[in-house]
């Protein structure tokens, strides 16, 4: 077995189960699920959509499963609370988007793109009744965030119940060989094997890969908690973003988004090295350089960047504030305040605090929210 497979991995259940299905003598469907709760993919979920890819290069099925049907549900693992749902077209955008980036690391043509609801969507009444009786209430609540609510008498829906029993039946209707996720996803990786040998279908390996905390360091690397770098993040963007974060993250940043060892035992040099890296990896070494520089001006010498976009200056006078760095810099009007009310707004250069500005005060200025977001403010035409 090549350890190109292997490296990395927590889990791969049951032991010596992957060797018995190399064995087969065919190449094996390997399954990845993702649900597009986001349109982008993160450098977290890149860690395991390579260990898929490194499938593809030993000759197997790249199985990608977009969740645009259990989406509607929301995946609860690690999570204190029911996701909210988000409104179809939104999920419909964010699945085409997310299959496009993933083709950044996948063979395209090697690369087998499904949809659950071709297959969810379809079950009758009696058929989700039959999925369900392959497991027991029991069995459901040995998740460990199950049976904290449970024990918190903290509310569960009956939905996030359901979403292991969906996950495994994508198994079941793909016929995987190998199912891949996060070590988050142990638990519903593991009820898939149960389902599936339920359904008269061989169980699948069961393979996960660590979780690469995000750039706050302490939770996991996350579209929804904003704490995540995207891998179509623009090259400064993504530059700026990991040198934020704490140096403690180094090392496992290094081993799983940067593929190495650090580079250097000072954490600056070090940071510096993993953006570059980082930033290579998905724009090209010239993007890489020139984030840099951008960082550089912008983060460590407080200037403004030598190219600087313009925003329309909405209608009115006085300008409110908010709204106009919510246009220009796609944050919510709430976000904007906040930054307003701890002086991190500038124009031209100087703290604003302000919630109305006078139009020409803002006309041809340059807004600053923030460390690495500038604008320049043009009127409409």
Excluded: C
């Excluded at 197997?60 to 909210?84: C, F, N, Q, W």
């Amino acid at each position: 077995m090549s350890e190109i497979l292997t490296r990395n991995a927590v889990d791969v259940l049951p032991a010596g189960g992957l060797e018995e299905k190399l064995k087969l003598g065919r190449p094996l469907r390997v399954k990845l699920g993702i649900d597009p709760t986001g349109p982008d993919i993160h450098i977290g979920f890149a860690v395991v959509l390579e260990k898929l890819a490194a499938f593809q290069s030993e000759g197997h099925i790249a199985v990608l499963i977009i969740g645009d049907y259990t989406a509607r549900i929301g995946d609860p693992s690690g999570r204190s609370k029911e996701r909210p749902v988000l409104a179809d077209d939104v999920l419909d955008e964010n699945a085409k988007l997310f299959a496009e980036q993933a083709f950044k690391i996948l063979d395209r043509e090697r690369t087998e793109i499904r949809f659950n609801s071709e297959w969810l969507g379809e079950l009758s009444y009696a058929e989700v009744v039959r999925l369900t009786r392959t497991m027991t209430v029991a069995q459901l609540l040995e998740r460990e965030d199950f049976s904290k609510r449970f024990g918190a008498r903290e509310p569960i829906s009956l939905s996030e119940l359901l979403y292991p029993l969906m996950q495994a039946y994508d198994s079941v209707a793909i016929e995987a060989d190998v199912e891949l996720g996060g070590t988050d996803q142990l638990y519903n990786l593991l009820a898939g094997r149960d389902v599936m040998e339920q359904y008269g279908v061989p169980a699948q390996v069961v393979l996960t890969t660590p979780l690469l905390v995000g750039t706050d360091g302490v939770e996991k690397m996350s579209k929804s908690r904003g704490n995540y770098v995207g891998i179509a993040d623009r090259p400064e963007e993504q530059f700026g973003k990991t040198m934020s974060i704490p140096d403690a993250a180094l090392e496992q940043w290094w081993r799983l988004a940067g593929g190495a060892e650090p580079a250097a035992a000072e954490p600056m040099a070090s940071k510096l090295a993993l953006a570059r890296t980082i930033v290579s990896r998905w724009h090209g070494e010239a993007a890489a350089s020139e984030a840099e520089a951008h960082f550089t001006r912008v983060v460590r010498e407080g200037q403004a960047p030598v190219e600087v976009a313009d925003a329309a200056l909405p209608e009115g006078d006085p300008v409110h504030l908010p709204a106009a760095l919510a246009g220009a810099f796609g944050l919510s009007t709430s976000e904007a305040r906040r930054l307003i009310a701890q002086g991190g707004v500038k124009l031209d250069g100087a703290v604003v605090t302000e919630l109305d500005v006078a139009r020409a005060n803002l006309l041809d200025a340059t807004v600053q929210a923030g460390k690495r977001r500038f604008a320049r403010f043009r009127e409409t035409t």
